[in-house]
């Protein structure tokens, strides 16, 4: 089987920005977030009310549980995550527009956010993970944590489990990671193969699940 979930939304929802004419010749508007980072502390108590001390404790360190192939096979997993020292605090904030720019109505969400640089170890019972990646995580409180990122071939130790996602006409692909981190040992995660190109005049993209895995409360 294969679990999602949104990962995204702790992350600023800018669905465009940047100026450029409307129909009028006036300047059309995107709604977009403004951010300032500030460094913190691994100790440090952030504005959010928590350091990034105080989610290290609560997420945990070691996770273990199933592991779901989407192609097929079951196995076990144990992942270890540790947060370091390089901590940023995210500050967003709605951009103002011009006085005399049109501004459609989409909405924007500019969620502040804790930033903390992690190691993350992932290793499957059949032997066919057994990876170490440094990773950035997101925190909207102390103890949910949310890892996205795209990733390379040549950070697997074993690369052909993606050789049948490949697309032949792609002209960019490469797998993908998310992850959630929560409260009770919660660890949840899944792995995706991206892909996108271009045929005849049109663009295209897509996402192949690959294999999911997850432990504890959700």
């Not at 009028?24 to 440090?44: Q, S, V």
């Not at 273990?64 to 097929?72: D, H, K, N, V």
């Not at 901590?87 to 989409?106: G, K, Q, W």
Request: net charge negative.
């Amino acid at each position: 089987m294969t679990r999602t979930f949104p990962l995204l939304g702790l992350l600023p929802l800018v669905l465009a920005c940047g100026e450029k004419e409307d129909d009028t010749g006036g300047e059309y508007w995107m709604p977009y977030c403004e951010e300032t980072r500030t460094a913190l502390g691994f100790d440090e108590l952030s504005p959010l009310g928590f350091s990034a001390a105080e989610a290290a404790v609560a997420l945990g360190s070691l996770h273990s549980g199933g592991f779901f192939w989407a192609r097929g096979g079951e196995t076990t997993f144990e992942s270890e995550l540790a947060l370091t020292s390089s901590v940023f605090f995210v500050d967003l904030e709605e951009a103002t527009p011009p006085d005399d720019a049109t501004v459609p109505s989409i909405a924007v969400v500019c969620d502040d956010y804790l930033e903390v640089a992690v190691t993350l170890g992932l290793a499957t019972g059949d032997g066919l993970l057994d990876e170490h990646w440094a990773l950035t995580m997101s925190l909207l409180q102390v103890d949910e944590g949310d890892l996205y990122a795209d990733l390379a071939l040549s950070d697997f130790s074993d690369p052909s489990i993606f050789d049948a996602f490949q697309v032949d006409e792609a002209t960019e692909q490469h797998p993908t990671l998310k992850a959630r981190f929560g409260p009770e040992g919660a660890a949840y995660g899944d792995l995706a193969w991206s892909s996108e190109g271009e045929g005849e005049g049109t663009a295209w993209a897509g996402t192949d699940p690959v294999a999911s895995w997850g432990s504890g409360a959700e």
